[in-house]
């Protein structure tokens, strides 16, 4: 069967996430705005406090990122063994990754994002937003599989059709 150019599924121009959008736009931001902090933090408390106060910051944040990581595996570990779902330690485990991540960037802006995930008091909060996003991405927009083409499969209308086989 042929199909006039442009009319086959595949030749769709496929629509780009929205999180994509503002991943690229972060990518751009971030580093003109940790040169603009660094300058202006340069010129409050000078050239060698700057430094000194990066440095400081990395050695905080690679203390606190094994600290947290090492109570993170030790709580995941009595989960499993308790036989209990580790739902929030593998949360806590993703966002002490995420948070050390930033924290191996260099800059204030990046440090101050890494602290937020990675300090436990905060880690609450980052918590709440982390599944608050996956919800809103797994529970609602994908309740049934779809088809290959991404169009929706039979059953996706809300039930699943089937034949029963005794």
Do not use: C, N
């Amino acid at each position: 069967m042929t199909h006039p150019i442009g009319s086959t599924p595949y030749a769709r121009r496929q629509k780009r996430p929205r999180w994509l959008v503002f991943v690229l736009v972060g990518l751009v931001l971030t580093p003109i705005i940790e040169i603009a902090v660094l300058i202006a933090v340069g010129k409050t408390i000078g050239l060698g406090w700057t430094i000194l106060a990066l440095l400081f910051l990395t050695l905080l944040g690679t203390w606190l990122v094994r600290r947290e990581g090492a109570r993170t595996w030790k709580a995941l570990r009595e989960a499993s063994q308790t036989g209990r779902m580790p739902s929030r330690e593998i949360a806590d485990g993703v966002l002490v990754l995420i948070g050390g991540a930033f924290l191996l960037l260099p800059g204030f802006v990046s440090d101050i994002i890494g602290l937020f995930f990675v300090l436990p008091f905060t880690r609450v909060f980052a918590r709440r937003l982390l599944e608050a996003f996956v919800a809103s991405r797994v529970l609602v927009r994908m309740p049934f599989p779809s088809g290959a083409d991404g169009q929706s499969s039979p059953g996706a209308q809300g039930t699943i059709r089937g034949e029963v086989v005794d």
